[in-house]
């Protein structure tokens, strides 16, 4: 039984294509270009899926390792980027699971090593407006590290990297209109948690 053929893909993910085709073959330098091409979405996505930016090189880093033995078995059936999501949401979940975490809120300072720099506003007039700024990301941050897996990860997909409807539920293994109520509720969670900074 023949699969059916995927729509015309946008020219970023024909490169995509192209070099997984090469990746399949060992080729190195095809590899390289792909993690370079897409690392700073992964680590910036498995920062916001665990809370925090400590642990994300770690876990990003596996991805590709995981991308790389697993380009043999790679069909061009859906776009590159939600097949690597895919593998990203996967591997940050079983991570989380085998560290048995409790719960992933960030302890108060654990970031200030590594504060992710696009949020960083050079424009800001002062200390105090950039502190609020601070208080206010790390407030937005342990608000959606607090929760369930599914909204995390929607919220986080459509947020951050302005990933389609369709493609989340690839993502998730479920139906667009699961989504949109999955984003619904994950939405009003974080209000509610937000609420203080919204008055």
């Known amino acids: ?7 015309p893909a946008p020219q970023g993910d024909e490169d995509d294509f192209s070099l997984m085709d090469r990746v399949k073959t060992g080729d190195m330098t095809a590899f390289e270009t792909l993690v370079e091409r897409h690392q700073h979405s992964v680590v910036g996505t498995v920062a916001k899926m665990l809370g925090c930016a400590n642990e994300a090189e770690d876990i990003a880093q596996m991805v590709f390792i995981r991308v ?6 790679y069909e061009p059936s859906a776009k590159f980027t939600t097949w690597l999501m895919t593998i990203t949401r996967n591997l940050v979940f079983n991570e989380m699971r085998r560290r048995q975490r409790a719960h992933l809120i960030p302890m108060e300072g654990e970031n200030e090593e590594s504060p992710a720099p696009q949020f960083a506003d050079a424009d800001a007039p002062g200390p105090r407006d950039e502190l609020l700024k601070a208080e206010m990301q790390g407030a937005i941050d342990a608000a959606i590290a607090s929760l369930p897996e599914n909204q995390r990860t929607a919220i986080i997909l459509r947020r951050y990297e302005n990933m389609p409807y369709e493609e989340i539920a690839q993502v998730l293994s479920t139906s667009v209109p699961a989504v949109k109520s999955i984003l619904f509720r994950a939405r009003a969670e974080l209000k509610e948690k937000l609420q203080q900074y919204l008055d």
Do not use: I, Q, T, V
Request: hydrophobic share 30%; proline share 15%; aromatic share 8%.
């Open 1 to 7: 039984m023949n699969e059916p053929e995927p729509s």
């Open 68 to 73: 790389w033995k697993s380009a043999a078995r």
